[in-house]
Every structure is written in C-alpha cells, then in structure tokens.
C-alpha cells in the first residue's frame, strides 16, 4: 500500500514539474536543503552511484552530476550565496568523498570532465574522504 501512495505523490509531483516548467519557472529538486551551523541555508545533494574509473580520456576516479542539475547548483551559489554540498557513497572503498560545488567548479580544467551524456565528473582527489558516518 505504501508503495502505491508513493507512486501516485511521484505522479502529481511530476504533474506539477511539467506544469511549472510550461510556466517558464525552472525547478529542481535538491536531495535536502539544510540550515548549516552558521544559520545559513545549504543544499546538498547525494549520489550513490558507480564511481566514474580512470580512463584514456579522465586519469582519475571521481564521480559526477548532471550538467543542468551542476548548472542551477551554482547559479544559486551566485546569485544568492546558497552552497551547495556534494556527497558521494563509493561502495568500493567502503567510504564517502564530499566537497561543495563551488570548491569542485575552481579546481584545475584536466581534473574534471564534461561527458556527452552531459554529466560533468569531478576527480575525487579534489574531494574530502571520510568513512561511512563521514568522519575524516
């Protein structure tokens, strides 16, 4: 039952992310939205998915975001200051990497890649290694 009621909010959520859209607003959805501990407000967003591995075209592992979703990330970061922390669970190594946005888009061109599926990846050596609870 639960997992019907789930399905139907995911149906109306959409219906309203299409009708927004008509509207010319420009949704997206962050995983959370926080107040950090200096009061201010933070987004963060979690992906737990593969780690994008080194390659002839990347020499580092690291792990990525869609570019759009990358893109509103820091258009809110400039207009209105709003960070946004990045999380990353690497079933590999049994470990989370995190950084903000705005630390990762500073770092050096060779250490992130735009791919043609349109994620931007980032290298984890620029990222932040922690444990499962992240702790350093």
């Given at each position: 039952m639960?997992d019907?009621i789930?399905?139907k909010a995911?149906?109306?959520?959409?219906k309203v992310w299409?009708m927004?859209?008509?509207e010319?607003?420009?949704?997206?959805?962050p995983?959370w939205i926080i107040?950090?501990?200096e009061?201010k407000?933070?987004?963060?967003e979690?992906k737990?998915k593969?780690?994008?591995?080194?390659?002839?075209n990347?020499?580092?592992?690291?792990?990525?975001?869609d570019y759009?979703?990358?893109?509103?990330y820091?258009?809110?970061y400039?207009?209105?200051g709003?960070?946004?922390?990045f999380?990353?669970?690497?079933?590999?190594?049994k470990?989370?990497?995190?950084s903000?946005?705005?630390v990762?888009?500073?770092?050096p061109?060779?250490?992130k890649i735009?791919?043609?599926?349109?994620?931007?990846v980032?290298a984890y050596?620029?990222f932040?290694k922690?444990d499962w609870?992240?702790?350093e």
């Open positions: 639960a019907i789930r399905l995911h149906v109306k959520e959409h299409k927004l859209k008509e010319g607003v420009k949704p997206f959805s995983d107040w950090n501990k009061n407000l933070e987004f963060v979690v737990d593969e780690k994008f591995e080194a390659g002839s990347f020499p580092y592992d690291g792990q990525g975001l759009h979703q990358f893109k509103n820091m258009e809110c400039h207009k209105f709003i960070r946004t922390r999380i990353c669970f690497d079933e590999e190594e470990c989370i990497y995190y903000y946005l705005d990762l888009d500073k770092t061109k060779n250490e735009y791919l043609p599926s349109k994620i931007i980032f050596k620029n932040k922690g609870n992240g702790k």
